[in-house]
């Protein structure tokens, strides 16, 4: 059994000379062998220098490859994928430092799930000592709603750290590098309905060493709301809507109703003055705590809705949404 472990990254050299000697020096059994592929999506910090001096200290291992800049982790994972020789393909993100076993663990589930459509999630952790970062509020996957699922949906296919069968993933679908968000959703869809059977896979685990800071978390949430109404458009699932929240007779009215009034409960508490009283409690005083989870969730979550507000009114003045189609040259399917 032969893993590769696919990374993009972009302007990340610091974090991966930390996390480098984890995914280098992981634990195997015997009958399996691993690669770890990082490409780096047109980095302008000492990424290159750092993955050249990784690449020759451990050429059996590690190797990169180098692409122009895409703005999006799509394009570098395809191209990894690409470039891979394994039997089985494990994405992680660059900020993911895998934990000892973590490759042995994928590969033991493959063997386990021969079948070319078993795919698996592994666990990607706040390490205890980030847990008091404010920031650690955005990053923590809500991994004890799947725990007992037997089989995932594509809401669940968490590109931070997940494992396909490379030909499978070759034959079924892989990143639609239009997307520059939200593209891990959009591939699961495309290989659940190939018939990808998702299992959750604890033994699989990584630390998660965020990276968001409070200074970044209002253009990070106006990001996300855009990517929402993109995604939403692209694919009108109602169940993709329940999870992000959306507003839509599709959803069914009851949850419409109960959206609708929860929206004017976050308006009346969203302003200066609730604002101005959560900092004085010491919502940003750098120390995480209920006070600076409600205080940062009013800034993303407002941040958000005026994101996928903004993309509404773009889409219905008839302006170029984010996704271009691939034959009438856009996507536009309507409102949400």
């Known amino acids: 059994m032969r893993i590769s472990v696919v990374i993009p990254t972009f302007n990340r ?3 991966i000379r930390s996390t ?3 995914l280098v020096g992981q634990q195997v059994g015997p009958g399996v062998t691993y690669e770890v592929i990082f490409v780096d999506n047109g ?3 000492d990424t290159r220098s750092v993955l050249a001096e990784a690449e020759r200290a451990a050429p059996e291992v590690l190797r990169h490859r180098s692409i122009a800049p895409t703005g999006g982790p799509s394009a570098p994972r395809n191209v990894g994928i690409r470039a891979a020789d394994g039997d089985a393909i ?5 900020d993911v430092l895998p934990d000892p076993g973590l490759v042995q663990a994928y590969a033991e589930f493959h063997r386990a799930h021969p079948e070319p459509h078993h795919a698996a999630v592994g666990e990607a952790y706040v390490p205890e000592d980030l847990l008091a970062d404010p920031m650690s509020l955005f990053h923590a996957f809500p991994y004890d709603s799947v725990r007992n699922l037997d089989r995932l949906r ?3 296919f968490w ?16 990143f639609d590098e239009r997307f520059l968000y939200n593209e891990d959703m959009i591939c699961g869809h495309r290989l659940e309905e190939g018939g990808m059977h998702l299992h959750f896979l604890p033994a699989a685990r990584g630390q998660h060493l965020h990276q968001m800071t409070p200074a970044g978390l209002e253009a990070k949430g106006i990001f996300t709301g855009r990517w929402i109404h993109a995604t939403c458009q692209y694919l009108p699932d109602p169940e993709l809507k329940r999870k992000f929240g959306v507003i839509d007779p599709s959803i069914g009215w009851s949850l419409v109703a109960r959206r609708l ?6 308006r009346l508490i969203d302003n200066p003055l609730t604002r101005a009283a959560l900092r004085a409690l010491g919502a940003t005083d750098g120390r995480r705590s209920r006070v600076s989870d409600l205080y940062y969730y009013i800034i993303f979550r ?11 009114r773009e889409a219905k003045a008839g302006l170029a949404p984010l996704i271009a189609d691939e034959t009438s040259g856009w996507v536009n399917r309507g409102d949400v």
């Open 13 to 15: 050299a610091r974090l």
């Open 20 to 22: 480098i000697p984890a």
């Open 43 to 45: 980095s302008s910090d």
């Open 90 to 94: 494990v994405i992680l993100d660059d």
């Open 154 to 156: 594509y809401l669940h």
């Open 159 to 174: 590109t931070c750290n997940v494992s396909v069968k490379r030909q499978f993933m070759l034959e079924k679908g892989m």
């Open 261 to 266: 009034a929860n929206r004017a409960g976050f």
């Open 302 to 312: 407002r941040s958000v809705v005026a994101g996928y507000a903004q993309a509404r």
